[in-house]
């Protein structure tokens, strides 16, 4: 008896259409739009292609920039189409073309089955437009389409690829929960307002190359299959919220305002840090970036990405303070430096008040003695005089302090001596020095010869 059941079903899918569906042609649509009567049909199978170029509608001419005219090989002409369409739980078995159409009234395509190609390029809808829950069997182009009021995708299914290239998004998109079997290209288009991808599944290769989202990009749950292309793009605030990207994702030229990474699952992600404005703070989400540059051998986007990390989640760690301060939690090599100069430099000043300073100038002096008939022997001795105190001596003091006397080959032939408070200064600033000195190793080690 089931098997009974089974073979009927599948005998009804592969018939003409269902009992209860009513079969129209193609020109029935085509002379409603001609006469601009309203396009009015449920549950009906359109046998026929519905190809505006067979209406006789007055046309105009518009400008076209040179990829519209020379790549995309647009039409300059362009027909008016005052008729509203209402489709419910439609069948199109042929071609949708109405390409190059300005549509004054509202465009409703709910639970339709696009058989054959459809083709809005260089469309213009001046109403709300829906194509929602439908299946479309071949490519469909919306090429160079300008949408002024809301446009709507969601929950839909196509086969084939999907052209969206520098189409214009006046309002709201949505493309929720849709399906995308081929390549899907918005190369160049603009979302004036949000736009959500959540829960599409893209199969293929995606193109948002060049894209511009002026508002918030939603793509929840979202899942590439392919290779992802966001370069040169201009996001406002995006939002990655469990996304799987199952190859390469490339942004290089782009700018992200806002991104949020949470719980993103990819392999590569070719992300520029210069190119993030803000990074919603997740601990794992960081993290992950993090190892994502390494593996990419991006280390000054690693350490970027780390000691923004660093800086978000300061406090949960007991010396948090100390480490940014000081170091930079290792991957600033100039915050150490800049503290040595800063402590050479006051110690220096309080040498200068001080004025406890001795210089001294050791000049060697050469003995000869005979100790026998061939022999001769010579010493050295050490001659020293005072020196006058510059205004650089107390300075140099401090520098050679502060390195426990790593740069006395500076002056080689010049000591100086302190002594009282100021010889236990001297044992302070040594300390620091080698404190200081340690921290900008560490840093340089994990920043640049790490390259």
Known sequence: MLLIVMIMVVACGLSDGNGDQKIVQASEILNNISNGKPIIYKDTIIKGNIDLAS?????????????????????????TI??????????????LLLHNAI??????????????YV????????????????????????????????????????????????????KGASFNKSEFGGKIYFLGSEFYHDCYFNWAKFEKDVDFGSTRFENNAKYWLAQFGG?????GAKLNSANFLEAKFNDDVYFKNSFIADINLLRT???????????????????TAYLSLIANYRSLGWFEDQNECYYNYRR?????????????????????????????????????????????IIKLIARDELEKQIAGSNNQNINVK??????????????????????????DFLQPSIEYKVEGILAQLAVIERLLGSSFIALIIAAITRTWMVR
């Open 82 to 95: 005052n008729s509203s369409i209402n489709l419910i739980n439609c069948t199109i078995m042929g071609n």
């Open 55 to 79: 209406v006789n509608l007055p046309e105009k001419h518009i400008y076209l920039n040179a990829f519209e005219r020379d790549t995309l090989k647009l039409s300059n002409r362009v027909k």
């Open 312 to 356: 978000e989640s300061l406090g949960k760690g007991p010396f948090d303070y100390l480490e940014w301060i000081f170091y930079g939690f290792g991957v600033k090599p100039s915050y150490p430096l800049l503290w040595s100069i800063l402590v050479i430099i006051v110690f220096g000043i309080i040498y200068i008040k001080s004025n406890g």
């Open 227 to 231: 290779r992802s292309n966001f370069e």
């Open 119 to 170: 083709n809005f390029d260089l469309a213009s809808f001046e109403k709300a437009s829906y194509f929602g829950q439908s299946r479309f069997n071949r490519d469909i182009y919306f090429d160079a389409t300008e949408f002024s009021e809301n446009a709507y995708f969601g929950w839909s299914k196509v086969d084939g690829d999907a052209y969206f290239r520098i189409s214009k998004f006046h």
């Open 265 to 283: 699952k990819y392999n590569r992600l070719f992300l520029p840090w210069r190119s993030i404005g803000h990074f919603d703070y997740d601990e």
């Open 103 to 116: 549509f004054k009234k509202s465009i409703f395509f709910n639970s339709v089955r696009f058989m054959g």
């Open 382 to 407: 050490k001659q020293y005089s005072f020196g006058e105190i510059s205004l650089r001596d107390p300075f140099l003091f401090s520098l050679s302090s502060f390195t426990s006397g790593l740069t």
